[in-house]
């Protein structure tokens, strides 16, 4: 099973940007390549919300309308990393970012469809 770890999280001035990473182990080189690999967000008193994921070889990506255009999701399976960077970030991005792990076929979004999670990584955007 697979262990991812957040990093690269801090405070960024309004229209700045932050690249956020995430490490994975536990798992071969081969089985890490065929999860679906996810970035959900959780700002205070809010739910858990679906920001972008990257299928297995990063061909296919897809995000939440919010940060289309701004936010760019991509992995290094070689590495066993997964990348989220932000860019033109805004105060309502600001919330605790969560890399997670999904064995789920098609283009998981929900947060039940992922296994495996990070302990999160807290992202401030000050205007």
């Known amino acids: 099973q697979v262990q991812v770890v957040e990093s690269g999280g801090g405070t960024v001035q309004a229209g700045g940007s932050l690249r956020l990473s995430c490490a994975a182990s536990?798992?071969?080189?081969?089985?890490?390549?065929?999860?679906?690999m996810g970035w959900f967000r959780q700002a205070p008193g809010k739910e858990r919300e679906f920001v972008a994921a990257?299928?297995?070889?990063?061909?296919?990506?897809y995000y939440t309308d919010s940060v289309k255009g701004r936010f760019t999701i991509s992995r290094d399976n070689a590495k066993k990393m997964v990348y989220l960077e932000m860019n033109s970030l805004k105060p309502e991005d600001a919330a605790v970012y969560y890399c997670?792990?999904?064995?789920?076929?098609?283009?998981?979004?929900?947060?039940?469809?992922?296994?495996?999670w990070g302990q999160g990584i807290q992202v401030t955007v000050s205007s």
């Open positions: 990257a299928r297995w070889n990063g061909g296919i990506t």
């Open positions: 997670a792990a999904s064995t789920k076929a098609g283009t998981p979004r929900e947060r039940f469809d992922y296994e495996n």
């Open positions: 536990g798992a071969s080189l081969r089985i890490f390549s065929m999860y679906t």
